[in-house]
């Protein structure tokens, strides 16, 4: 499903150029899940950025559902993102004007979905939040925003789905049960899913883990260790 | 669909709230003003129409010709006859000059005359209305002449040949305004009267006027039609009086009225408009995170585009309607208070408000929102995931530059007026390049200070360099908002004091000229017995205008120019008297120099010596008692007509005209019930003549203070547009301000070092700002007061203080009291939000 080839990513931070990432390869297979674990600063969100088409490598090649989307323009690869990849993000990114349901059928009114509002209400039931819909962000708890946030990635039918530490800023409890609902939507739909984490536990959920490891002198990705 | 679902949502939220307000109040300001303008501007063209008792006039000294009359009605416009002289009246042994006014049954065409069958009534209720002047046989009198000819009413008088019964007492003819010419009592007759009385001889002085009017259901195009096809027929004994012509002090006032309607209208806008561009501003910073989302759905820089330009479009839409429904609302109390004086049947206001409203909105938003939000659709799609990605939107001084272009043009296209556009928008540039440089220096200066302080100023003190770039953007928001306001309260002040003097109790409502140098003794003794003060006594010589550079005056010269016809009033100050100015070379020095040159110089009035061709260094002929005197033009005045003191055209320095016959003039203030006294001082000095300007006084009066209404409530508009300003600017930092207090609590600040530090730094703020907006509002008020309301530039010192102090007390207060919910949430609620 994606297919990353002697990718690295470099940037200019005060004049000078930033090694991010260093001729990292990897595959993920369609419905496998990959955990890309690391300490802070070790290029783990870089390389969901890249895997999800959200930006471009500096070196190598990118393809998501065999389109290389290394030498596509940025509106090209929306459309593949549009088709493709859904989101669950750290602070949830829900928007704060919108209800839970809008938050969730927003995306599928973007993308011209037929009645985007009981799809939304029925990915809402299924995290458990029946009796939550017209509630604000504001009026629900950490770990009811990133359940709304699951609900608007999974309502999409993503082929693949990025998670960006997405229990960051829960406790540990509510963590693990985001966790399992994470994971049952994930078998459930046979969704792809690319989960960035520090937390072992969770990335002991997934099928496969990718290590990346900082180094010094700003070339933090000296080794890369695949477990399975 | 979805851009409006949206919008709503996002107004729910909170984001787009700012930016309609903003929108919606620089519409609302707009559209009142506009309506209003419209409105005034129909009142004016009314109350000048009623000033000449017609539309248009045609004054000649000679009969006019019967064909000019005859077109007119051939136009379908309506017309009245009517002759003015001056006549002796009598009743058995006692006589009166007086000012006679002979009508046809069809005048006034415009404005009302009224009368009394009370004469010397003070009861206004008295006063009535009439459809026409007196019939034939009939006479209506100025209540004076009464006792002067120890006759009352239903009495008869003398008019030549024939007898007229006194049927009513004469109140105001709409057209009788102070004419310098009249000299007793005003009589008003028919026409066919005339005559029968055989007072009219060959060489008579009689004025002949052709009234003419537009029936209100015709096109204005057949006036003006007529008043070119008589244009080329005048005769140098003719003239046209237009409407503008007719009363020049009330239209001062109400032009200043007017220009004071506009400029706040032009100050609200460019507040809302500094408003809407900081609101858009936060906006576009609030939407980052929702663009980012969109990217990470797949939405193309395109359709994101295409969304925000249909959101602004959406905006315009709801925020003009909303400001045009304000707007309207507003006019209507504007209406309300000057109701009084603005004609009842005045039609509604047609279609262009409404599209000056939508025309604004759309500006607006494209001239302040979309630049703001233009960088939006590019923002790269990582930023959904770092929110420490740079985020390029257009540059500042594009945006600084597209802003203030909008400005200019929004405010050119609104006040048609390119002097009051160029002296807001200088006041706004040097305000912009003070805040740069000086805004700058003092929060460099304010870092290196903290170093020496404690505590929460030295917090404070350190946050005003650290936020600098936030806090420049502030600076100018604050800044323009306090200068504006500055602005308005010192023109309005000016222009309130100004009319104040006009509605002084004491402010005189009648000119005695003419007195003789052995009545002033005696005109004195009886002006103290009724209790009455004079604006002192000033000479004056007679004298006529003979020569110019030394060449005699044509007769046709002397048949274009009333002055030249008759005697003028030449009078002597050392000092430049109040109320002139000079426009041209310079006053006179001390007696001694003028008198050992050979040249007597002369100041002549402005106006007048446009009108005659006349500029410095002509020498000018006059023939004074048959003796001649030369004299050159040393300047030129400016005289303000408002205080109503005498004024002349000429004045000579000190020892020049002494020695000639000299007469002396007065004006002074008599209350109603002290009328009589013109009886006895025209029966004592029947030479002495009286001009009587209460009634127009009174008019004045009315409205003005009706004028006054109206300031104070676009006044109050204008500060709502200012602190609207200041809270857009204030929310600006208000999201930061949030994450670093919840930073602050969470390491154990108190809330008491928060709150303090965000009250120095906001005072700190609201006091340069005041000290930035007083360098700005000065240099705008000099360039309104001399561009616009025609007054000298004059140091404020008071603006430097209340500039700095409302400032600091202002923006202190506000800032610190809107960003006082960061000290008492949760700090982890705040963290979790941000």
């Known amino acids: 499903m994606i297919h990353v080839s002697n990718v690295s990513k470099k940037v200019m931070v005060l004049n000078a150029e930033l090694t991010i990432l260093e001729s990292l390869s990897l595959k993920v297979e369609t419905g496998e899940s990959l955990a890309v674990i690391g300490p802070s600063g070790s290029g783990k969100s870089t390389l969901l950025g890249l895997m999800a088409g959200l930006d471009v490598p500096s070196t190598g090649t990118v393809h998501i559902a065999g389109i290389n989307i290394t030498e596509m323009s940025e509106e090209s690869r929306a459309s593949v993102r549009s088709e493709h990849v859904g989101f669950v993000f750290q602070s949830f990114h829900l928007l704060q004007s919108l209800t839970a349901l809008e938050n969730v059928s927003l995306p599928l009114e973007l993308k011209n979905s037929s009645k985007p509002e009981s799809t939304a209400n029925h990915y809402l039931k299924r995290v458990g939040l029946k009796d939550r819909m017209h509630h604000y962000p504001r009026q629900l708890s950490g770990g009811e925003q990133q359940r709304v946030a699951l609900a608007r990635a999974f309502a999409c039918r993503p082929n693949i789905l990025f998670a960006d530490e997405p229990t960051g800023n829960l406790d540990i409890v509510t963590g693990e049960a985001i966790n399992n609902l994470l994971f049952e939507l994930n078998r459930e739909e046979g969704t792809t899913l690319v989960i960035v984490t520090h937390e072992q536990s969770l990335a002991s959920l997934c099928s496969r883990q990718l290590h990346l490891k900082s180094g010094q002198n700003f070339t933090p990705v000296e080794e890369m260790k695949v477990k399975c | ?834």
């Open chain 2, 1 to 834: 669909m979805l851009v409006l679902q949206n919008f709503l949502r996002g107004w729910r939220g909170g984001q787009s709230k700012l930016v309609l307000a903003s929108l919606a109040l620089a519409v609302a300001v707009v559209t009142s003003v506009a309506f209003l303008a419209d409105r005034v501007e129909k009142a004016l063209i009314d109350e000048s129409t009623a000033f000449l008792a017609a539309d248009l006039v045609l004054e000649s000294n000679s009969l006019i010709e019967p064909r000019l009359s005859a077109k007119a009605r051939e136009m379908e416009l309506q017309t009245s006859a009517m002759m003015t002289f001056v006549s002796m009246v009598y009743s058995n042994d006692e006589m009166h000059l007086a000012s006679v006014r002979a009508i046809d049954e069809r005048y006034p065409l415009r404005g009302e005359l009224s009368y009394s069958m009370f004469p010397f009534s003070a009861d206004s209720s008295a006063v009535k209305v009439a459809e026409s002047g007196p019939p034939s046989g009939e006479t209506w009198v100025d209540a004076r002449i009464l006792p002067l000819l120890k006759i009352g009413l239903g009495d008869y008088l003398e008019f030549g040949d024939i007898k007229l019964r006194v049927s009513r007492v004469l109140i105001e003819e709409p057209d009788s305004r102070g004419s310098f010419s009249f000299y007793g009592a005003r009589i008003l007759i028919n026409i066919d009267d005339v005559a029968p009385a055989g007072v009219i001889l060959e060489g008579s002085r009689v004025k002949y006027k052709l009234l003419i009017a537009l029936r209100d259901d015709l096109n204005p195009t057949l006036l003006s039609n007529y008043r070119e096809w008589l244009a080329e027929r005048l005769t140098i004994h003719q003239r046209i009086i237009d409407p503008e012509m007719a009363e020049a002090s009330i239209a001062d006032s109400i032009d200043k009225g007017r220009k004071f309607l506009l400029l706040s209208g032009s100050v609200g806008l460019v507040l809302s408009a500094i408003a809407l561009a900081l609101a858009s501003h936060q906006f576009a910073v609030d939407e980052v995170m929702q663009v980012g989302l969109f990217k990470s759905w797949g939405l193309s820089r395109g359709r994101i585009r295409r969304f925000y330009l249909v959101y602004g479009l959406v905006i315009a839409l709801v925020g003009a309607t909303v400001g045009i429904c304000i707007g309207a609302a507003v006019q209507e109390i504007l209406v309300l208070l000057l109701s009084e004086w603005l004609p009842i049947t005045l039609p509604r206001a047609g279609l262009m408000p409404l599209l000056i409203g939508l025309g604004t909105g759309l500006f607006c938003v494209i001239g302040f929102m979309l630049p703001a939000i233009w960088h939006l659709p590019n923002l790269p799609p990582m930023t959904v995931l770092r929110k420490d990605l740079l985020v390029h939107s257009v540059a500042r001084a594009y945006r600084g530059v597209i802003g203030m272009l909008t400005i200019a043009l929004l405010l050119v296209w609104y006040s048609e007026n390119l002097l009051l556009s160029a002296s807001i928008l200088t006041g706004l540039l040097v305000i912009a390049m003070a805040v740069a440089v000086i805004g700058l220096i003092l929060f460099r200066l304010s870092k290196w200070f903290s170093k020496f302080l404690g505590g929460s100023w030295r917090l404070a003190f350190a946050n005003l360099w650290r936020r600098r770039d936030q806090n420049l953007i502030q600076l100018f928001g604050f800044s323009s908002a306090i200068a504006l306001l500055l602005t308005m309260a010192v023109v309005r002040t000016s222009l309130i004091d100004n009319w104040k003097l006009q509605l002084d109790e004491d402010t005189p409502n009648h000119f005695l000229i003419n007195v003789a140098p052995y009545e002033l003794t005696g005109a004195e003794a009886l002006i103290k017995e009724y209790s009455l003060d004079t604006a002192g006594w000033y000479s004056m010589v007679r004298g006529r205008l003979r020569e110019f550079n030394g060449e005699e005056i044509t007769a046709e010269r002397r048949e274009k120019h009333e002055s030249l016809r008759r005697e003028l009033n030449l009078s002597w100050a050392q000092n430049l008297p109040t109320g002139n100015s000079i426009v041209a070379g310079r006053w006179w020095g001390p007696s001694s120099e003028i008198l050992d040159s050979a040249d007597v110089p002369v100041s002549i009035e402005t106006d007048l010596a446009d009108e005659l061709g006349l500029s410095l260094g002509d020498r000018l002929t006059f023939s004074i008692g048959g003796l001649n005197f030369e004299a050159t033009i040393a300047s030129t005045r400016s005289l303000s007509w408002d205080n109503m003191t005498p004024n002349f055209y000429f004045l000579f320095p000190e020892g020049v005209l002494e020695e000639f016959p000299r007469t002396y003039m007065t004006s002074l203030r008599i209350p109603p019930v002290k009328k009589l006294i013109l009886n006895d001082l025209l029966r004592s000095y029947p030479t002495i003549q009286v001009i009587e300007l209460d009634r127009i006084i009174e008019r004045i009066e009315k409205i003005v203070v009706q004028i006054t209404r109206g300031v104070e409530v676009m006044t109050s508009i204008i500060l709502i547009c200012g602190v609207l300003v200041m809270f857009s600017a204030i929310s600006l930092s208000m999201s930061e301000r949030f994450h670093e207090s919840a930073i602050l609590r969470t390491i154990g600040s108190s809330r008491r070092l928060l709150l303090s530090i965000q009250l120095i730094e906001f005072t700190s703020l609201g006091i340069t700002a005041g000290f930035l907006a007083s360098l700005g509002a000065e240099i705008a008020i000099a360039m309104v007061q001399w561009l616009l309301f025609d007054s000298a530039w004059a140091f404020h010192s008071w603006i430097w203080i209340a500039g700095p102090t409302a400032g600091g007390l202002l923006i202190g207060t506000l800032g610190t009291a809107y960003s006082r919910q960061s000290t008492t949430r949760a700090p982890l609620e705040m963290l979790r939000k941000l």
